[in-house]
C-alpha cells in the first residue's frame, strides 16, 4: 500500500496538451541550468567567493575535502559560463583574484531555495 506522500505529483504544467513537447519546454532549460551548476562543487566555491574568499588558496581552504585540480577547473567552468571572473595584477608575485559577476546574483533565489529545500529534506529524512 503506498503511502499519501508517494501519490503526490509536482505541480509543473507543462502546457496546455501536457504534450512531449510541452514537457520539453520545462525539461531543457532546467537541464541548461543543472549543466552550469551541477555537480559537488560549484555552488560551494560560488558561495566560497561570494562570502570574500577570493585567492585560490583562500577558496581552496574553506572548502574542505576539494583538491586544487578539480578547484582550478570548476573556476575555469564558472569563468566560462560568466559567473566569475578571474582578475590577474601584476604584482609580485603574481596576484589572482577571483570574484562573482553580476550575473552571479541571478543565482541567489535559487541558493536560498536549495538551502530551505535541504534543510527541510534533512528534517524529514533525518527527523532533526
Given amino acids: 500500500m503506498k503511502r499519501?506522500?508517494?501519490?503526490?505529483?509536482?505541480?509543473?504544467?507543462?502546457?496546455?496538451?501536457?504534450?512531449?513537447?510541452?514537457?520539453h519546454k520545462v525539461i531543457m532549460p532546467v537541464r541548461d541550468?543543472?549543466?552550469?551548476?551541477?555537480?559537488?562543487?560549484?555552488?560551494?566555491?560560488?558561495?566560497?567567493?561570494?562570502?570574500?574568499?577570493?585567492?585560490?588558496?583562500?577558496?581552496?581552504?574553506s572548502i574542505p575535502r576539494i583538491t586544487s585540480k578539480v578547484l582550478s577547473k570548476e573556476l575555469k567552468d564558472?569563468?566560462?559560463?560568466?559567473l566569475v571572473k578571474r582578475s590577474v595584477y601584476d604584482t609580485q608575485p603574481v596576484?589572482?583574484?577571483y570574484t562573482l559577476t553580476a550575473y552571479a546574483s541571478t543565482l541567489d533565489s535559487v541558493i536560498i531555495a536549495l538551502q530551505q529545500w535541504g534543510l527541510q529534506h534533512r528534517k524529514k529524512i533525518l527527523g532533526k
Fill in 4 to 23: 499519501a506522500e508517494e501519490n503526490e505529483t509536482l505541480a509543473i504544467d507543462c502546457g496546455q496538451g501536457d504534450t512531449h513537447t510541452d514537457c
Fill in 33 to 61: 541550468a543543472l549543466d552550469v551548476i551541477s555537480g559537488k562543487w560549484k555552488l560551494p566555491i560560488i558561495i566560497a567567493v561570494s562570502r570574500g574568499h577570493k585567492r585560490f588558496r583562500d577558496i581552496e581552504r
Fill in 78 to 82: 564558472l569563468e566560462t559560463h560568466k
Fill in 95 to 97: 596576484t589572482v583574484e
